[in-house]
Nanobody
């Protein structure tokens, strides 16, 4: 069973920053090609935020977060990070770590081809 453990969510005022972490086992990290972050706000569908190759560079960013969010990976720690700067109230959502992604999820942020999800961490941005 794949375990993805997220941390780093919380409440922040607009303009603030948060860093999310997603830790997994070394085995999972080595065999999954792409990991990423998705988010879901109440009443909305889950959508991609950012993805990264576990052995390389970032792959996908949602247009709404480009220039503000940065995804990175640390293979030594089997962890993926999402640095979120200049946060806006519309960034408020539950953020989910994802692994075992098909190419549609990795390249285009489409949630239907994600194989494994974390439990989610809440991010709330107040005006």
């Amino acid at each position: 069973e794949v375990q993805l453990v997220e941390s780093g969510g919380g409440s922040v005022q607009a303009g603030g920053s948060l860093r999310l972490s997603c830790a997994t086992s070394a085995y999972t990290f080595s065999r999954t090609n792409c990991m990423g972050w998705f988010r879901q706000a109440p009443g909305k569908e889950r959508g991609g935020v950012a993805t990264v190759y576990t052995r390389g560079e970032s792959v996908y960013y949602a247009d709404s977060v480009k220039g503000r969010f940065t995804i990175s990976q640390d293979s030594a720690k089997s962890t993926v990070y999402l640095q979120m700067n200049s946060l806006k109230p519309e960034d408020t959502a539950m953020y989910y770590c994802a692994a075992d992604m098909g190419y549609e999820a990795c390249w285009y942020g489409r949630s239907h081809s994600v194989g494994s999800w974390g439990q989610g961490t809440q991010v709330t941005v107040s005006p």
